[in-house]
């Protein structure tokens, strides 16, 4: 499987913003597709995944209520649909996928992942 993100920009404060992950490869029903970011200096941070079958959403607490993720199986395509964004949503971003282990927040239990794509919020 690889994944490639894109869609990343800059942006406004207050603004929004669509990422898109693309899947080549067979994703089977059990995937779970996941968007991690990372800000410069800091640990990698989970944002967001949806299990690929059931599209059942699983946010991290500081994008909640703001972002959104979503899934489309026939596309092998996952997106995450970014509101009200803040400065402090700057990070580049990545999606990952995970064939095995479920909805999870840790970034290591997801095995593949595509390149990062870089989403500045300006003041």
């Known amino acids: 499987v690889q994944l490639q993100a894109s869609g990343g920009g800059l942006v406004q404060a207050g603004g929004s913003l669509r990422l898109s992950c693309t899947a080549s490869?067979?994703?089977?029903?059990?995937?779970?597709m996941g968007w991690f970011r990372q800000a410069p200096g800091k640990e990698r941070e989970f944002v967001a995944a949806?299990?690929?079958?059931?599209?059942?959403?699983y946010y991290g607490d500081a994008v909640k209520g703001r972002f959104t993720i979503s899934r489309e199986y026939a596309k092998n395509m996952a997106y995450l649909q970014m509101n009200s964004l803040k400065e402090e949503d700057t990070a580049v971003y990545y999606c990952?996928?995970?064939?095995?282990?479920?909805?999870?927040?840790?970034?290591?239990?997801?095995?593949?992942w595509g390149q990062g794509t870089l989403v500045t919020v300006s003041s």
């Open positions: 490869g067979r994703i089977l029903s059990s995937y779970v």
């Open positions: 949806i299990s690929w079958g059931a599209a059942v959403p």
């Open positions: 990952a996928a995970d064939a095995t282990r479920g909805l999870s927040k840790w970034y290591d239990e997801y095995e593949y």
